[in-house]
């Protein structure tokens, strides 16, 4: 059964645009084609100032995504963000309920 997740994740803003992209692709990567499930947005929403500082890092930039997938699905997902130690700051991750569109 799947369900809808946000995921609300961090990462230096120090972090090279290619090792952000290679992040952003591992978890593309499983949702969509291990777990065949739908990505319904993937965004970067902004570099912006740490309430306080996370491992000597003052600010962030931030990165949204919402899906539809199974739970076994999201945790791996979580598994790939609580193992990026280096380029992962902080990481949320929430289950929703389906938007309805008025």
Not at 70 to 81: H, N, P, Q, W, Y
């Amino acid at each position: 059964m799947t369900n809808f997740y946000e995921v609300l994740f961090i990462v230096p803003t120090t972090l090279p645009e290619d090792t952000n992209k290679e992040l952003s692709d591992k978890i593309k990567q499983t949702i969509e084609q291990k777990y065949s499930s739908k990505i319904l947005k993937f965004e970067k929403w902004a570099d912006r100032k740490l309430a306080y500082t996370i491992q000597d890092y003052k600010e962030g930039r931030y990165h949204l995504l919402e899906t539809e997938c199974t739970a076994d699905c999201i945790k791996e997902v979580e598994s790939i963000l609580s193992f990026e130690k280096t380029s992962v700051l902080r990481f949320i991750i929430d289950k929703i309920e389906k938007k309805v569109k008025k």
